[in-house]
């Protein structure tokens, strides 16, 4: 059986000192003001692999074993002896444990209930900042080993497969992967899961329920992603949309005691999640994959208690008058809030050739990560676009493809692409860039096989084998289901604060004296930040600094 890992570069062993780190007494006594010293006998069970809600130990006397275990086989993945803790990511997010925990002989602990270790997270910044990135490193270290609790069965050649792939990953959740082409144990899992190869792709369960071709709210169900509160819960602010803005919005609306709630279409992270490296983000001189920044921001804003529902993004808004507004989900619940962020983000703006949909997931694609790239290792490739995306795309694949066609329908890159990139492209040996260039026809027969472009100076068209079409051009806005309730500008993007006219706020029947704070739509406590709103710079930081920014006009306008 293969493991699916999230990172070929992450080194387990030499983070092992963060990852497990030992308390100091004093700061042993400062976790035992939030919870109680309990004894275990040796073999004794603390918490389960699929426990909700488990407790925060940090042991005292004795040891304690953390084990993952699969059918019937157990894999050891640590023992903590005195002054080491339990847990990593689920417990910030409040989602099932993926570990055993069982006592190794006789052990005295602290255990700190679920609500007592929130506290202690936002009242200790030492301790916190210790735990959290012991957290982050040991779900990394879970996904380098494929340590989850559900099984993938699929195929290279099959879209849905990728798309499954890029669902657990983005989502942070680690599992084993077994390819029906490849693996010569397949054939006798598919019989004892009584499913036939057909059926691909297959989701194992950890309670062994078998998914066959799941969307991704099965999946979620299935892994127990999303939170569960009753179905009269006000909250003071929904964030629709886990890219970059809204994630901002979430740790910021929740680090200052906002009931906060994400709902999120499909995965976290939006556009930047398919990046395979960010390098002009301030912080990180060395740059840092779009998954890796969108994930720590997901375990910040859970830190400060905000939650996030996966596969459940908004549907549609009610928001006529002025009190609360409804949110209807894609799972067809609702939510009620009282304030709005629309962090729903764009789209890579689709190829305008025959047959695009036959090849989307089997030879073209919308993201450039180590998930696509294990798809067309040492092979030549086409990346379209002539933005960073596309730059940081190009110059990532150039290091396992052969040779990277760059193709931009502009006479250069110095309009839309950061001059590092351009310079690094210059200087990347196998990526040829070519200008003035657009795909005209894609050809195979099952999965993408050759790719017709034009080049628009000569007319001239040819053909290539190329199996793999990287496209990161242009921007849609995902506003389809705000058309009722705010005002769009002619592409389809929210209009916001000075954007918005007297007339259009007339014909939006807008109901307040004051005019629409920055960010705030044409209806009252209605925000939008990111790429979703007109007029914005399309960049990671500039997202971010609107999300957390707006936080403050949700603020002043739920004090209305």
Known sequence: MTTQRLSSAFDAEGRRGQMFPTLTREQVARVSAFGEQKSYPDGAILFEQGDRDIPFFVVLEGELEIIHPHNSVEHLIVVHGAGEFTGEVSMLADRRALVRGRAKGPVRVIRVENTRFRELLQTDSEISEILVRAFILRRLGLLSGGHGDVVLVGSQHSA?????????????????????????????????????????????CADRHVLKHPTDAQVAECLGLNPVFPKDTVHDVVVCGAGPAGLAAAVYAASEGLKALVVETGSPGGQAASSSKIENYLGFPTGISGQALTGRALAQAEKFGAKLAVARGATRLHCSGTGLV????????????????????????????????????????????FVEAQRCTREDVIVVGGGNSAGQAATFLAQSCRRVHMLVRGPDLAATMSRYLIRRIEETPNIELRVRTRIVALHGATDLERVTWRDDATGEESTHNTRHVFTMAGATPNTEWLRDCVALDEKGFVCTDTSLTDEELVRAKWSLARKPYLFETSHPRIFAVGDVRANSVKRVASAVGEGSVCIQLVHKALME
């Open 326 to 369: 409804v949110i209807e989900l894609a799972n067809g619940d609702s939510v009620q809030t009282r304030a709005v962020v629309i962090a729903t983000g764009a789209e890579y703006r689709k190829l305008d050739v025959p047959e695009l949909a036959r090849f989307e997931g089997v030879g073209v694609y919308y993201a450039a990560t």
């Open 160 to 204: 849905a497969t990728l798309h499954l792939q890029e669902f657990l990953v983005r989502n942070g959740h680690p599992y084993q992967y077994v390819d029906v082409d490849r693996d010569p144990d397949v054939e006798q899992l598919l019989h004892e899961s009584k499913v036939e190869a057909t059926d691909i792709p297959i989701l194992i």
